[in-house]
């Protein structure tokens, strides 16, 4: 005689186990199923040769109707890139250095118990995604999903000349040793670029269509946002959101000697301490825009270089590219907030 009553639902743990105490986390996970009456859970690490993607499909191929992931900024890309778009959702137990992904949806950082017990009750929302392909200079092509931010030029070059002893020792702080390193023989870069305002709707479907308007820019960087907001406070896209289906593009343009102290300006002191008051926003207004670094907002955007410029992606290294090309997938990534949690819509 079989049963139709249907099975109890199963969580998933996949985490580093560099990054993170992987016994207490298996218990406390544990822990909530049993508390819950879910079936046993799933407990998975990540591997050298799989930080997170394959692990991930493997877990809902097993019937994991939650997927807990913790570790750094590269297991929570690895995992949003596997799990988007199946409408299974995702929680996230801050764990790493950055944090960034936890940071932009306004998580608590230090209450791994709290991240855990949202996989089990906690409210479901609805974020974007970024997706990027790459162009290598063999012509060979790569796309990866990114939840917060990628970059071209100087921004992957300072994560790479990032000392990883350092990064563990003093956490975020270590990409300061890397930009003074980067700077000394940072050069600028022509690239050539298109931004798609907007999606072309017809009935029953959306599409996202190129210009024909290329622009071009010598820049140091140009970066693509899904949201904004950095480790130590910095804003450094202020008007980005997590659930507005655009992406932020920033081109870091710094002109003259001074030019880095105007892009420090924007970034520090404009964006993340006076665009915080209403009297700042008034010096902002009366001021003016700022050259060294210029925000433009799309749903895609493309960029290509002749010279094959490094790429970064949630703050890992991405090799070098040739032309990056950027979307949104609005909605795309289904995760799991404790209850009551601030509704990010209403920001």
Request: glycine fraction near 10%.
């Amino acid at each position: 005689m079989t049963s139709d009553a249907p099975s109890a639902p199963r969580a998933a743990l996949i985490y580093n186990p560099i990054k993170v105490d992987g016994a207490a986390l298996c218990a406390l996970v544990e822990q909530h199923s049993v508390e819950a009456g879910w079936e046993p859970p799933l407990f998975l690490e990540t591997l050298v040769e799989d930080p997170g993607q394959q692990i991930t499909r493997n877990a809902l191929e097993q019937g994991a109707d939650v997927v807990i992931v913790a570790g750094g900024d590269g297991t929570v890309r690895a995992v949003s890139e596997a799990i988007r778009g199946t409408g299974v959702p995702l929680a996230i137990v801050p764990s790493g250095t950055g944090n960034l992904l936890a940071r932009n949806l306004l998580l608590p950082l230090d209450d791994q118990a709290l991240a855990i017990s949202a996989a089990f009750d906690g409210d479901h929302m609805e974020v974007d995604i970024g997706v990027a392909l790459l162009r290598r200079e063999d012509g060979r092509h790569e796309e990866h999903a990114f939840v917060v931010l990628a970059g071209m030029g100087l921004d992957a070059e300072m994560i790479k000349n990032t000392n990883p002893e350092l990064k563990k020792a003093v956490g975020w702080v270590a990409y300061v040793d890397g930009a003074a390193r980067s700077l000394a023989g940072a050069q600028p870069f022509r690239i050539v670029y298109d931004i798609v305002r907007k999606r072309e709707v017809t009935r029953n479907t959306q599409t996202i269509s190129t210009s024909t308007r290329l622009r071009s820019a010598k820049v140091q960087s140009i970066l693509f946002a899904n949201c904004g907001e950095l480790p130590g406070g910095i804003s450094l896209i202020p008007d980005g959101s997590i659930v507005d289906g655009l992406l932020d593009i920033a081109l870091v343009q710094p002109t003259g000697p001074l030019g880095w102290l105007g892009v420090w300006r924007k970034v520090w002191w404009d964006n993340s301490v006076l665009r915080r008051t209403r009297a700042g926003r008034r010096v902002l207004e009366r001021r003016g825009r700022s050259t060294s670094v210029r925000y433009i907002s799309g749903v895609a955007a493309e960029a290509a270089t002749p010279i094959p410029q490094p790429v970064q992606l949630d703050g890992d290294e991405f090799g070098h590219a040739t032309r990056i090309s950027v979307r949104v997938e609005h909605g795309a990534l289904l995760v799991t907030l404790p209850k009551g949690h601030l509704d990010l819509d209403q920001e």
